[in-house]
């Protein structure tokens, strides 16, 4: 079994190694959304990253998530391109409604004819703070080498011998949020049906009133050992 210590490493803190990140221009708090965005094409190199045609973000790594951006609600359009270059390999027009937290994932493969190809993930974020003595857990498959998943929540070291936490969790989707006790936990990740285990957080320990989401990524590159990135969604 595996154990992947970058995952405690990211539990707590986001990443922004080599990234610039610009304002996103005039308007009303009213009018804007919260836009997270997360780097998780495995085989990517590190890509610049543009909201309606003006550059938000420069020079982002694999497995590296920014700050939320605050950005024009509506139709909102995303590219992301190879860091220099003016080449789009994911450009999408996304809604966007203001007041709302989002967090776009660019996952899948970059290299041409490769599958499931590079694409972007739109997740809508709930950052209502948990009830007293809670937490808010969220998990997302990004894994592009990987089937569904069946995914274990539990005390450190509690294995994969009971019943999945989360069961068929499909590449390109993320769960709801679950809400549990504050506390440590160790989150796995196991091709459906099966108890062999893909991916192992090591042991996490979340304070009250925080709100994460975690996510299952490729090794850089792609394949397998899996690793996973954990975002402070709240707190």
């Given at each position: 079994?595996?154990?992947f210590p970058?995952?405690?490493l990211?539990?707590?803190?986001?990443m922004?190694?080599g990234?610039?990140?610009?304002?996103?221009?005039?308007?009303?708090?009213?009018?804007?959304?919260?836009?997270?965005?997360v780097h998780?094409?495995p085989?990517?190199p590190?890509v610049?990253?543009?909201?309606?045609?003006?550059?938000?973000?420069?020079?982002v790594?694999?497995?590296?998530?920014?700050s939320?951006?605050?950005?024009?609600?509506?139709?909102?359009?995303?590219?992301?391109?190879?860091?220099?270059t003016?080449?789009?390999?994911?450009?999408?027009?996304?809604?966007?409604t203001?007041?709302q937290?989002?967090t776009?994932l660019?996952i899948?493969?970059?290299?041409?004819?490769?599958?499931p190809?590079?694409?972007?993930?739109?997740?809508k974020?709930?950052?209502t703070?948990?009830?007293?003595?809670?937490i808010?857990?969220?998990?997302?498959h990004a894994?592009?080498?990987?089937?569904?998943?069946?995914?274990?929540?539990?005390?450190?070291?509690?294995?994969?011998?009971?019943?999945?936490?989360?069961?068929?969790?499909?590449?390109?989707?993320?769960?709801?949020?679950?809400?549990?006790?504050?506390g440590?936990?160790?989150i796995y990740?196991?091709?459906?049906?099966?108890?062999?285990?893909?991916l192992?957080?090591?042991?996490?320990?979340?304070?009250?009133?925080?709100?994460?989401?975690?996510v299952?990524?490729?090794?850089?590159g792609?394949?397998?050992?899996?690793?996973?990135i954990v975002?402070?969604?709240?707190?």
């Open positions: 079994m595996s154990r970058r995952f405690l990211l539990a707590m803190t986001t922004f190694v990234v610039t990140i610009f304002t996103t221009g005039c308007g009303t708090s009213s009018s804007k959304a919260q836009l997270r965005v998780a094409s085989d990517a590190n610049d990253v543009a909201v309606d045609s003006k550059t938000v973000l420069t020079n790594p694999y497995e590296t998530s920014s939320y951006l605050s950005v024009t609600a509506g139709s909102t359009k995303i590219e992301v391109r190879p860091t220099g003016t080449t789009d390999v994911i450009s999408a027009t996304v809604p966007l203001a007041k937290n989002y776009v660019a899948g493969f970059a290299t041409p004819g490769k599958t190809a590079i694409q972007p993930l739109l997740l974020d709930d950052n703070t948990p009830a007293s003595g809670q808010a857990l969220r998990a997302g894994s592009a080498s990987t089937g569904p998943v069946d995914i274990y929540v539990g005390a450190p070291g509690s294995g994969v011998g009971g019943t999945p936490t989360l069961t068929n969790v499909a590449f390109g989707t993320a769960s709801d949020y679950l809400t549990v006790p504050a440590s936990y160790e990740a196991t091709p459906t049906g099966s108890k062999t285990v893909a192992d957080s090591g042991s996490l320990t979340i304070a009250a009133g925080a709100i994460r989401t975690a299952a990524l490729d090794a850089p792609g394949g397998s050992q899996l690793t996973a975002l402070k969604d709240l707190n």
